[in-house]
Every structure is written in C-alpha cells, then in structure tokens.
C-alpha cells in the first residue's frame, strides 16, 4: 500500500498461482502507475517463499483478445511423422510465439494445452535402497548433470582464456550416465536407480479443436494472442495471419495453424454490412435500376455483402414503390391515415 492513486488493492489465489489486482483512479497514467507498484514488488521479494517470483503482466485491456489459433498435428496417432501434443506445443511455444511475439502491438501471446514438455527422473526407491543412494544426492545429482557453470580464466601470457564448463543437455542417455556417488570405488548413476523419461508439467486443463466438417475433436494447442492498446486491430490481424502463412511450410509434416476467433469479423462486419448507405434523390439509380419519385430524400440501402465460407458475396435489395391510390406518393413514403 502507499502508492498514489491506488484505490483499492484485491487478490485472488488459486493452486500454484496468486494474482494481484491493484486499481487506481480514473484518468491514472498506467505507465506511472506500473512503476510504482514495480517498487514496491522488489521490495516484497525478499518475504516470499522461496521459487516465488512476482511478475507484472502486459499493458492489455480485456477486449484486446484478437486471435485464437489452434495449433495440432492432422497425422493420426500410430502413423508415420506422428507428433505427441507435447511436441506441437514445444513447436508453439518456441517456434510460433517468438515469431508472432516479434509483431510490433503484440502484448501477450497465452498458450493452452498440449502439455510444457520437460525431463523427468522417476526414482526407484528398491534400487536407491539397494545402491545406499538417497534422495537429497539423486536430486543433487540431477541438478549437476544439465547446468553450465564457469570455471574462471587461465592466465596465458597478456591473454586470458576464459573456462566455462558447458554440460547443459536434452540427452536422455547423457542424465542417466551421470554419477551420483561411489560406493566401494563403483560408481553409481542416476540410470541405476531412477528412470529418465520425457514427460509434461501438470497439467489443469487441455485443448481440443474440430474443423469442419470433422465429427472429432484432435488435441491441439490453443494460442491466446492480446495486443497492445493503441494499434489497429484490423492491420495487427493481417500481419499475424500473413506471418503464419509464412511458418506454415517451415512446420514438420501435418503441423497446422487454424483460426478459431477473429475480432477483426466483428469490426470488418460492423463496418461492412451495409457497405453503402446513402441519401438517394430524383434521377439517382438504386441497384433495383429504380428512381426515388420526385424529389424524396430517403435513405435506402444499396448493397449489403458479407464474407461466406472465405468467398465474398453480395445480396440486392429493392424498395417497392408502388404508388398509394389516394395520394400518388410511394407507399413507403406515404403518410395517409390508411396506411
């Protein structure tokens, strides 16, 4: 608390993850206001447990959500160049994200499902016991076989060599061979008494997409995409879909990308539908090829199109100007008491 402007400060805390709301007067700059509550999270740092670490999360409002793209691989399980979801959202996330993430107006970009690949050593409590291994070394052990840690410098005459020792790896066999202890001069390695295994993060939810006319559902990573306030949704939407259209073919066989929400319809449609609306006057042509009798200023529209399907069509409207017995004006225009 302290900070100018706040007015209120609320929070919501769910397993693993707590958010922060802190609200501020109308009219507040929000860069100023993020500055100030920057401070004040360095300073609250030091009273959290330890693996906690506070983030801000980007300037977005709640209508910035543009895109949802559905990222999955078509190859059927069990078939040849199949892909486990783990491995498309290892694709999404380091592939595809850091390509949209580099689009000026792009805020955020949340991805969904799949499951965050990652190592996993499954320990055998039998074979520890056996081996007179436990778990404070195996988990040591792990630690140290994928880290790089420098090993200072070597004096060469004027020069100085650095030394790193470089032992970061993704090699299944390169963890298991790497030695916990010795027991009676016989080395023990993680691969004795624990497997390693490539696995996910827990998981709290997955992502499922169905194109048309599909009757099933296959997994699929769901990407989230929020601008930035201050860009044009419209422009920032043709340049997210011209840069999949571009990593399309960098992706391994039967990797897809699929539209599932464009803000970018609703605008183009609010905006388009009608694409003409006019004042129309004696001698002016509707698209029926009639005339507005005698000087009347009505609105009519002209043309109505929408996009169906990815094709654009167009529908033609007509107005009745049949003539009101009584008065002679178009019925539509006519002010009788019996019409």
């Not at 100023?32 to 980007?58: D, I, S």
């Not at 001069?185 to 939810?205: F, L, Q, S, Y």
């Not at 099933?216 to 930035?228: G, N």
């Not at 539209?259 to 029926?288: C, M, W, Y």
């Amino acid at each position: 608390m302290g900070v100018g402007g706040l007015t209120r400060l609320r929070s919501n805390t769910d397993v693993a993850l707590s958010l922060v709301f802190a609200e501020f007067e109308w009219g507040t700059d929000i860069y100023k206001a993020r500055t100030m509550v920057q401070e004040r999270m360095q300073g609250a740092r030091e009273q959290l447990p330890e693996g906690a670490e506070p983030f801000m999360t980007p300037v977005a409002s709640l209508m910035g959500e543009i895109l949802l793209v559905g990222v999955r691989s078509t190859i059927k399980e069990g078939e040849e160049s199949y892909l486990p979801p783990r491995e498309v959202r290892s694709i999404a996330d380091w592939t595809i994200k850091r390509r949209l993430q580099s689009i000026p107006g792009i805020a955020e970009i949340l991805n969904m499902g799949g499951g965050v690949k990652r190592i996993e050593v499954q320990p055998d409590p039998w074979r520890m016991q056996a081996n007179g291994v436990t778990f404070d070394e195996l988990k040591k052990a792990v630690a140290d076989s994928a880290s790089t840690t420098t090993g200072g410098f070597i004096d060469v005459g004027s020069t100085e060599i650095m030394v790193r020792n470089l032992a970061m790896t993704t090699e299944l066999d390169d963890i298991a061979q790497t030695v916990v202890k010795k027991v009676n001069d016989r080395p023990i390695a993680i691969g004795d008494v624990a497997k390693v295994v490539w696995g996910i993060e827990p998981m709290r939810g997955d992502g499922n997409i169905a194109v048309s006319p599909e009757k099933t559902s296959t997994p699929a990573v769901v990407m989230s995409i929020t601008k930035a306030p201050g860009f044009d949704t419209l422009r920032l939407t043709e340049e997210i879909e011209k840069a999949l259209a571009e990593l399309e073919p960098t992706l391994p066989k039967g990797v897809t990308s699929t539209l599932l929400f464009r803000q970018g319809d609703f605008i183009e449609h609010a905006i388009g539908n009608p694409t003409k609306l006019a004042f129309a006057k004696d001698g002016d042509k509707l698209v029926s090829d009639k005339t507005i009798p005698d000087g009347k200023q009505l609105p009519v529209v002209l043309q109505i199109s929408a996009a169906e399907g990815g094709k654009a069509s167009s529908a033609k409207f007509s107005l009745n100007l049949a003539k009101c017995a009584t008065c002679e004006h178009a019925e539509y225009a006519c002010t009788c008491v019996h019409h």
